[in-house]
């Protein structure tokens, strides 16, 4: 449970004003906020890799190249707007 005095320091350190009616609004909803976070503390929780549901596993692939990639890398660069031998130009960016 936050104090009265708590709010004030947190206020303070916010630079906001507060009027009476406003410190027991917060108030009531720390409390409310509060009460929600020690039902969260009480959940068992596992951090271990075989308790996760649906591990991540690293797929890979070897690198290779085809006569398809040659062609369609030939059909890009045909239709770049600007080529330099085997490249697309673009404008310098800084």
Excluded: C, W
Excluded at 14 to 35: G, M, P, V, W, Y
Excluded at 62 to 81: F, K, M, V, W, Y
């Amino acid at each position: 449970m936050i104090t009265t005095k708590e709010l004030e320091k947190l206020a303070e350190l916010a630079r906001i004003k507060l009027t009476e009616d406003d410190k027991k609004s917060l108030l009531k909803e720390f409390d409310s906020i509060l009460q929600y976070v020690d039902q969260l503390k009480k959940v068992p929780v596992s951090l271990e890799a075989e308790d996760r549901v649906g591990a991540v596993k690293n797929v890979t692939r070897p690198d290779s190249i085809s006569s398809t990639t040659t062609q369609d890398r030939e059909g890009l660069l045909n239709e770049a707007p600007h080529r330099v031998k085997d490249f697309i130009a673009v404008k310098k960016i800084l």
